[in-house]
């Protein structure tokens, strides 16, 4: 890779392939593809939505791994409860 | 003791499973192991000219299991190694010829003579790896640190623990130490990160094992080799001895260097 590409930014190639490696194994491991992640993700916030007040822009489905093992892992942010009886001034 | 029966795969062609065989298996013979290597690539047959057996074939494995010819008639003694054999594949014949259960019968026959039997299989996670993997004890996945290579190492893992044959011990072949350096090839660690097995040997990238497939006398045998030295080390951790692996700065400093030319290192 030559000073100048270092120079504006660009990435080790050996870098580049260890990221599209990390995306492309978990898809060909769990059999998910980025498609069926984001419809599983929209699921999910149907389903929680119904019981509680998420915050649904912020929400994060990833597949992780530990070793050979893949975890999907949700972070859904509450929306703080809202007052069922407001007090009267 | 029953021989160790060693099936070495890769999914994808061309990442050196057949000069990992030839190698291991001169290494090992080399070193007061009876072993027979099985081709198992039915139809493209190679392994006999990287050992250097080609001029010797008479019958090969199809030629024992549709009884034509016995057992020990289809085992090619190496030129140099007495104790080095090989059964090839069938050239004219395709990967329908052999069955899962052909592979064990045969294998069950070397198990009380030999220390190991170390099979080469086919590219591809169709019937012929099918049929390697059938009567293994253990098996080596090769791969080299390129893109394409990993993801289909990574499926044949998969593979071989949802049948049981894991966990699988990993070699990775070709490792250009400048490159990894220099950070535009995927390193050992960034490889192991990513399939989460056991490393068994690196081999350095070196143009000796042009040279030794060139003349059928694999690079195991050449003791100046870096790669010969890679496989001699794997030869001897399927023994059960610790030895480090390559030290992967090829260049080293310049003293290093210098000390390697005269010898001293």
Not at chain 1, 2 to 22: I, T, V, Y
Request: charged share 30%.
């Amino acid at each position: 890779m030559s000073f100048f590409d270092r120079l504006f930014g660009k990435k080790h190639s050996a870098d580049n392939a260890k990221e599209r490696l990390q995306l492309v194994l978990i898809h060909d491991r769990t059999d998910l593809t980025p498609a069926e992640l984001d419809s599983l993700r929209d699921d999910l916030i149907a389903t929680i939505s119904r019981h509680v007040a998420i915050d649904a822009q912020s929400v994060q489905i990833d597949v992780e791994h530990d070793g050979r093992s893949q975890r999907l892992v949700a972070d859904i942010p509450l929306k703080a409860a809202r007052r069922k009886t407001k007090k009267a001034r | 003791m029953p021989a160790q029966v060693i099936t070495i795969t890769s999914g994808k062609g061309g990442v050196g499973k057949t000069t990992a065989v030839a190698n291991i298996a001169v290494a090992l013979a080399a070193d007061k192991s009876k072993v027979v290597c099985i081709d198992g690539d039915i139809g493209l047959r190679n392994l006999d000219v990287i050992l250097g057996l080609e001029n010797r074939i008479v019958y090969d494995i199809v030629d024992v299991i549709e009884g034509r010819c016995r057992l020990k008639q289809a085992m090619i003694r190496d030129k140099k190694l007495p104790d080095l054999y090989l059964i090839p594949a069938a050239q004219t014949r395709d990967k329908n010829a052999v069955s899962a259960s052909d592979m064990t019968r045969l294998i069950k026959d070397l198990r009380s003579d030999y220390d190991f039997v170390l099979i080469d299989s086919p590219a591809g996670i169709e019937r012929g790896f099918r049929n390697a993997i059938a009567a293994a004890d253990r098996v080596l996945v090769i791969t080299n640190p390129e893109v394409s290579a990993v993801r289909d190492a990574d499926r044949i893992i998969g593979i071989l623990e949802s049948e049981e044959k894991g966990p699988a011990s990993l070699i990775l072949n070709r490792l250009n130490p400048a490159l990894v350096k220099s950070k535009d090839m995927l390193s050992p660690e960034d490889v192991l990160d990513l399939l989460a097995i056991e490393l068994l040997g690196i081999v350095p990238e070196d143009e000796n094992v042009i040279i030794a497939s060139n003349r059928g006398a694999p690079v195991a045998y050449d003791m100046k080799s870096r790669a010969g030295q890679a496989f001699r080390n794997i030869a001897k951790r399927l023994k059960g001895e610790t030895i480090p692996f390559l030290d992967l700065d090829a260049q080293g400093s310049l003293w290093e260097r210098i000390q390697r030319l005269a010898g001293r290192k």
